[in-house]
């Protein structure tokens, strides 16, 4: 099985958490819970990344070369038990990017539809 | 504060809970730093939103945290394991074996109920039918171990009103070895007895055989240390007697000292002097010879008519066919000797019939009682290994019917089919080796039963003096298993393959479109497992009936035993034959009371009494009945046989035989020889045709005692069963004790409350009275009623062991046949309910629905045993082959059985949900 190299496209549509857990991330590296934390202070908390699934995430992630494990950043504690950090690599990142050009394109076509969220119900406009 | 704290730790045991679902890996690389995550996320929201939150929180986590590690297990699974079909479809048929059987433990793995169903129904009729078949071949097919090719057993019976004796008198014996010598290449007489034995090592009681000269080397023995007997040695009116040792004796007793030649051993008190030893094994035609003596040592057991008169019948032949003499030649030769010798003491009288037979080895080595209950447990476990097979097919061909889309799955996506078939091969096998072993234990295990069951010995050969078979010998015999595990292989194999191997590619795209759980699907193949369950119910009538009738056996042979109490009895045996007691007839009566009176002084036996005979073990003395004195003459074919007993005062009343009129002996009585006797009912109803008995006179005659006076009848108590339970009761007739005063045989009876423990003080008694005697018996009345019925009860409970296991099998098959139909038929269930069916209907339905199976197995098995039940005739008493009480019992338990084993899953199908039942695909 020679992998050539993966195309952005192959991994879409991207599931929902990859894509959070992508743009919690961003440039940074984070551990699983500073994922959490980002992807919460991000969206005000009205999203949130659940542990148990999150850490599978991650792992299948790395696998899957969007993302790689990282040393810990300078000056992190080491309180508790022993944190893996995590950044984003350049396919991870495109593969993001793609998807949110995905999203983007279905948007559009969603508005067209008059099914835009300014037309959401409860909406004022 | 603690609230909160107590609150996170359960919650926080129940995230790591969930986490389990993880496989293992992934597990230890993160649920540390999970756990931390989901704590610190609680904990935030439990300040920051309040509990309610925290605990919503936690519950989505937990909910997640199962359905995550559920995917990625999975994922695991799917990337480690796939079929080796899907893997490689090219792969040629003799390689990845261990694909296939890695695939069949997988399968195996998947389905680990039904797995369990297969390998213990297989290891059940394997091990059952591998113990039953090893009794089997140690009772009837196991060579004896001596040659016995061309061996016959002529005997010569005048026949009279149906009764016979085959046994010679030692002068026709002689008479007859000399006449027909050219038949035969050897004649020799033996006779089964037992004695006190006094040697080195303590005096015991053991069995040996009286035989003519020749009869060891007849059955092929040779001697390990010195010789054999020789012809001058045969009537052993020479001094000393001599004597032949078993190998067994010899190591037991002499620790295999060959100087035991020319030492003197005492038996019944004579001396007779070792002259040989028998080679290792050879236990002579009985199987438990301890030594052999000559016939003439009969002189000083038996007394001295033994030797000289033709009327006492003691002495067996065998013979060994001379080369070139068929059986039929030497039947003639022997007709013609025979009769000549019956007739030279007369012409037969009328009603009387000369018998001439020359029984081939076969016949007496097993007797035709044993045969037919082994035979009969035979059949039983054979029953039990179909009705297995059945359920077996039964298991795979449901499991190859579920499986159909998927094999057409896997021919249509391009699997072959020779492939498929291996598959299935190998777990078939990998099935079948793991019931075989389990079915290895369960013979052992089986087998240990069956020894356990066992009275202590096993009668084999025809009549008292052929052959013992010491259960001990019983073993699982491997060949005999590996029999059983091959015929269920093969079963498991063919049933395993021909679903698979029916599924043609034509058919395919049916199959395919076919969901599961359409209507009317339960066609062809539902039947026909019907109909296996059918065959399985017949089965189980016929065990069903044979265990009833085994039963209903056993309850009348105990009924029949009420004729004594045997609860607080203990009974001695023993003899003074050859001790100084015996040396006059006085003495031997001091000697008896003495002991008895010893006996009387213990503490705790509250009445002793002797007597000739004990219940249920035989009839020492028989005779019969000429006539009565003014009343009845018996022809000469139509002389009823009583039993004769001399019995002691207290007889009676230390047995519980119950006096139903006159009166029994006074103190008197018991010592003068008065020809007085006290009979039973049967004798009164035989004898006297329900007159009063009272005062009347009959005759009984003793070939040695002609024109004694007749005997008055003074009592009459109630049946008391002595010989074997099948006999049934005879008539008998007990005499005063005094009547023969040289009888140096007797049994010791004590009633006491606790009877065992009385035994050391007995002993104690006769040892006192004269160290030398053994006691050749030992028994509570509990057990002599245990050992008069053993047999019977060994048949009984086995035979309902596998009447009970073969209904549970039936049952488990009818439940898994209703259980799969109503799984099938749940779309049409559920539209039937969804159209007002009431679930009493819908639980009729399923019930019905094998009704008829159910109606022509019942019939069938029940003409089965209405054909079979005959066979068994010579194992019942008192119970009629075709009890119609015991065939609808049969009918009606295993209605029952079908009954509840249908309607427990049709109640399910009732409680079916209409909508879920017709959404689901």
Redesign the interface.
């Known amino acids: 099985m020679s992998e050539s190299a993966p195309r952005p496209e192959d991994h879409l549509p991207l599931p929902p958490q990859f894509y959070h857990v992508l743009l919690a991330l961003g440039e940074e590296r984070l551990h699983g819970y500073g994922i959490i934390q980002a992807f919460e202070a991000m969206t005000e908390g009205r999203e949130t990344l659940l542990p148990g699934s999150l850490y599978a995430t991650l792992a299948r992630m790395v696998e899957l070369g969007l993302l790689e494990p990282a040393g810990p950043p300078r000056g992190a504690t080491s309180g508790g038990p022993k944190r893996r950090y995590y950044r984003s690599t350049v396919l991870g990142r495109s593969v993001a990017r793609a998807e949110s050009a995905r999203m983007e394109r279905l948007l559009r076509l969603a508005r067209s539809r008059r099914m835009g969220p300014d037309l959401a119900p409860g909406a004022t406009s | 504060m603690r609230l909160w704290g107590r609150g996170a730790a359960v919650a926080s045991a129940l ?1 790591r809970l ?2 389990r679902f ?1 496989p293992r890996g ?1 597990r230890e ?2 649920e ?7 704590k ?2 609680y904990r935030r929201r439990r300040t920051e939103s309040g509990l309610a939150c925290a605990w919503r ?1 936690a519950g ?3 909910v ?6 559920w ?2 297990r999975r994922r695991h699974r799917a990337r480690t394991r796939q079929p080796p079909v899907a893997r490689n479809p090219e792969t040629g048929l003799l390689t990845d074996l261990g694909g296939d059987v890695r695939y069949a433990f997988r399968r195996m793995g998947r389905a680990p109920a039904f797995t369990a169903a297969v390998v213990l129904i297989l290891a059940l009729g394997v091990g059952v039918n591998a113990a039953v078949f090893s009794a089997l071949k140690t009772a009837l097919l196991e060579p004896p171990p001596y040659p016995s090719e061309r061996l016959v057993f002529p005997s010569l019976t005048v026949q009279r009103s149906g009764t016979e004796r085959s046994n010679w008198s030692y002068l026709d014996f002689r008479d007859f070895r000399q006449a027909t010598g050219e038949a035969f290449d050897a004649i020799a007489g033996y006779a089964s007895r037992s004695a006190s034995w006094t040697a080195p090592g303590e005096t015991a009681y053991v069995p040996y055989e009286l035989v003519t000269p020749g009869y060891l080397e007849l059955l092929g023995a040779v001697p390990a240390v010195g010789r054999f007997f020789v012809p001058e040695e045969e009537g052993a009116t020479s001094s000393p007697a001599v004597a032949v040792l078993s190998h067994d004796t010899w190591q037991s007793r002499f620790g295999g000292d060959p100087s035991v030649v020319g030492r003197s051993i005492t038996v019944d008190g004579v001396r007779v002097q070792v002259v040989g030893v028998a080679g290792a094994g050879f236990r002579g035609l009985t199987g438990e010879a301890a030594f052999w003596v000559p016939v003439g040592h009969a002189r000083a057991t038996l007394g001295s008519w033994a030797m000289g008169s033709r009327t006492s019948h003691w002495l067996h032949a065998v013979a060994r066919l001379a080369p070139g003499v068929a059986a039929e030649g030497a039947r003639a030769r022997v007709a013609a000797v025979g009769r000549a010798i019956a007739l030279a003491d007369g012409p037969l009288e009328a009603g009387e019939r000369l018998v001439v037979r020359v029984a081939p080895f076969r016949e007496v080595w097993t007797n035709p009682a044993t045969r037919t209950s082994i035979w009969l447990l035979a059949a039983a476990a054979g029953l039990v290994l179909l009705i297995a097979i059945t359920n077996l097919a039964s298991l795979l061909l449901a499991r190859g019917r579920r499986e159909s889309r998927e094999t057409a799955v896997r021919l249509a996506l391009g699997a072959g089919r020779a492939r498929l078939l291996r598959q299935r091969l190998v777990e078939s096998l990998v099935l079948a080796l793991l019931a075989g072993a389990g079915g290895l234990l369960m013979a052992a295990w089986a087998a240990g039963g069956i020894r356990a069951l066992w009275p202590d010995r096993l009668t084999a050969g025809a009549g008292a003096d052929v052959r013992w078979i010491d259960p001990a010998t019983l073993s699982v015999d491997l060949q005999v298993v590996g029999v059983g595990f091959a015929i269920a292989t093969l079963a498991a194999l063919v049933f395993a393959l021909l679903p698979a191997a029916l599924q043609d590619g034509g058919r395919l795209m049916t199959t395919l479109k076919r969901g599961p759980g359409t209507l009317g699907e339960s066609g062809r193949r539902g039947t026909g497992r019907s109909w296996l369950l059918g065959g399985q119910l017949a089965f189980s009538v016929v065990l069903l009936v044979a265990a009833g009738l085994l039963g209903g056996t056993l309850l009348r042979l105990h009924g029949e035993q009420k004729g004594f109490d045997h609860e607080g009895l203990l009974v001695v045996g023993y003899t003074f034959a050859g001790r100084p007691a015996n040396a006059s007839a006085p003495a031997l009566a001091a000697a008896h009371d003495a002991f008895r009176h010893r006996v009387e002084a213990l503490p705790g036996a509250r009445s002793v009494a002797l007597g000739t005979s004990a219940p249920l073990s035989g009839h020492p003395v028989r005779t019969r009945v000429s006539g009565v004195v003014g009343g009845r003459a018996f022809g000469e074919e139509a002389q009823p046989e009583i039993g004769v007993h001399s019995v002691s005062d207290g007889y009676f009343t230390t047995l519980g035989i119950d006096l139903v009129r006159g009166r029994t002996f006074t103190e008197e009585e018991f010592r003068r020889a008065g020809p007085i006797a006290v009979i039973n009912r049967a004798a009164a109803r035989v004898l006297f045709s329900g007159e009063d008995p009272l005062g009347r006179r009959f005759r009984m005659g003793f070939s040695v005692e002609e024109g004694n006076p007749p005997w008055t009848v003074v009592g009459v108590v109630d049946d008391v069963l002595y010989s074997t339970p099948v006999e049934g009761v005879m008539p008998e007739a007990y005499v005063p004790y005094g009547v023969w005063p040289g009888q140096a045989y007797a049994n010791l009876f004590v009633r006491a409350p606790d009877p065992a423990a009385l035994l050391p003080g007995v002993r104690e008694a006769m040892r006192a009275v004269d160290p030398d005697v053994p006691f050749w018996r030992t028994m509570t009345g509990a057990e002599l009623r245990r050992r008069g019925v053993a047999d019977t009860r060994v048949l009984a409970f086995v035979l309902a062991l596998f009447a009970g296991l073969a209904v549970l099998l039936s049952a488990a098959g009818v439940w898994a046949v209703v259980a799969q139909a109503v799984a099938e038929r749940r779309r049409e269930i559920g539209l039937r309910m969804a159209l007002g069916a009431e679930a009493v209907e819908v639980e009729g339905l399923m019930v019905r629905r094998g009704s008829l199976p159910l109606v022509v197995g019942g019939a069938t098995g029940l003409a089965i045993a209405a054909v079979g039940s005959r066979y068994l005739t010579r194992l019942l008493f008192r119970t009629d082959a075709h009890d119609p009480l015991i065939f609808a019992g049969a009918a009606g338990v295993v209605t029952a059985t079908w009954l509840l084993a249908s309607w427990l899953p049709a109640r399910a199908a009732a409680r079916v949900d209409p909508i879920e039942a017709l959404s689901s695909e």
């Open positions: 995230f969930a986490f993880f992934h690389l993160t540390a730093e999970a756990v931390e995550a989901f610190l996320g929180y989505r986590s937990v997640d945290a199962v359905a995550a590690g995917r990625t």
